[in-house]
């Protein structure tokens, strides 16, 4: 019997293979049934032929004083049915039961021969439904089965796929104009920063009305400059698999070399703890970026004298890494969106100098070596950022 692999619909409605077989049970079986009725009616209508023969009359002759008694016969009650009534009585009867019989079977048949055929015919949306279901906006390259038969199927699946390319295509513009707006901008503002960093080193001591804007305006550089490289990166397309193995300590202790001062210079602690002998495959500057993204979030939104903790840790055929901080959390109705580009969770956090782009472009890199990152957080408590990475040997080739 084919699977049901049709996606259940809301609660209290039946399945739309559930309704087919109702449907075409009930078809089968209501004629089946009034059939059966007026089949009935007619045998309890029948007549039942009489009985034909009859027993002669007995005459007994007893001599009493000369008188003559009537002749004796047998009483009605004792008169025999003949055979032939019997036999069509008999066949009567078990028409009737033959018949109620018949339509139980019709209608466990008719039922179970619909599910099966309900299952097979319904099938292929099974195929759709799960081929759907992979596309989002990070693998819109998953297509709609069509299958072999030209039906309606068919099309369903060839006009789902030309709005797949559509989308895809659109996508695919947009980020060919992200990217190609960024890297059009990283070279005007690389020139004005460096431009600006050497007025400033030149500028006389006495010029202080001139050096205040622009120190001003060397920062906003800076951050533009940034905003551009955060933008082409998201817009860049994956990296292929990369085939180096890499030691997971190698690439933590040099994240947490890179935000040191950063540490530092808002007064929080900094630890690691975990295993040492455990090894990813991928990229090792990419996976540097991953979690100096996520120390440098948990750094800024952390509460004076707070602490970060990255825990390292082998679970089943995976690779754990934890990074937990005291900062001051995340409200649990925004924790579904702190992945999104431009997404900054709370308003307290909006003084900070980000965009919301650090933690898309986690989500990002952990796609691309074929990982997840999830997030968990108590508001006035502290976040827990876990990304988990599968495992590769240390001894294992390309």
């Not at 060839?158 to 060919?176: H, P, V």
């Not at 988990?388 to 240390?394: D, G, K, Q, V, Y």
Request: a neutral charge; aromatic letters at 4%; proline letters at 6%.
């Amino acid at each position: 019997m084919p699977s049901d692999r049709r996606a259940h619909p809301g609660r209290g409605r039946p399945t739309l293979r559930f309704r087919l077989t109702l449907w075409a049970t009930a078809a089968l079986v209501l004629p089946s049934a009034l059939l059966v009725l007026l089949l009935n009616i007619g045998t309890a209508l029948a007549p039942v032929p009489p009985s034909a023969v009859s027993p002669p009359a007995v005459r007994v002759s007893i001599a009493s004083g000369g008188a003559t008694v009537p002749p004796l016969s047998a009483p009605s009650a004792m008169a025999p049915v003949s055979s032939e009534a019997s036999v069509q009585h008999y066949m009567l009867r078990n028409l009737q039961v033959l018949s109620l019989i018949g339509l139980v079977l019709i209608l466990v048949l008719a039922g179970a021969s619909t599910y099966v055929v309900s299952g097979w015919a319904l099938n292929p949306l099974g195929d759709i439904q799960d081929a759907i279901r992979r596309v989002d906006a990070h693998h819109l390259h998953a297509r709609v089965p069509t299958g072999a038969r030209r039906d309606e199927m068919h099309a369903l699946a060839r006009s789902l796929n030309g709005m797949l390319d559509g989308l895809q295509a659109a996508f695919t513009q947009q980020e060919r104009f992200v990217a190609d707006a960024s890297h059009e901008l990283r070279t005007p503002l690389a020139m004005m920063r460096t431009t600006l960093d050497i007025v400033l080193t030149e500028t006389p001591g006495n010029s202080e009305g001139y050096r205040q804007p622009l120190e001003s305006l060397n920062r906003s550089a800076r951050r533009l400059e940034r905003l551009a490289n955060d933008l082409l990166e998201l817009a860049a397309p994956p990296l292929g698999t990369a085939s180096d193995v890499i030691a997971l300590g190698l690439v933590l202790e040099e994240a947490l070399g890179g935000v040191a001062a950063l540490a530092r210079d808002h007064g929080i602690a900094v630890s690691q703890s975990g295993q040492a002998d455990i090894y990813v495959r991928g990229h090792f500057w990419r996976l540097v970026r991953l979690f100096s993204n996520l120390l440098i979030n948990a750094i800024k939104y952390n509460r004076p004298s707070g602490s970060v903790t990255v825990y390292a840790e082998r679970a089943d055929d995976a690779a754990l890494v934890r990074v937990v901080d005291t900062g001051i959390g995340i409200a649990s109705d925004q924790v579904a969106t702190i992945f999104d580009r431009f997404t900054r969770a709370e308003a307290s956090r909006s003084h900070k100098d980000g965009f919301g782009l650090g933690l898309a472009i986690v989500a990002k890199i952990a796609r691309e070596h074929g990982g997840a990152v999830t997030v968990i957080s108590t508001p006035g408590r502290g976040t827990e950022f876990c990304v988990r990475l599968p495992l590769a040997e240390a001894n294992s080739e390309a």
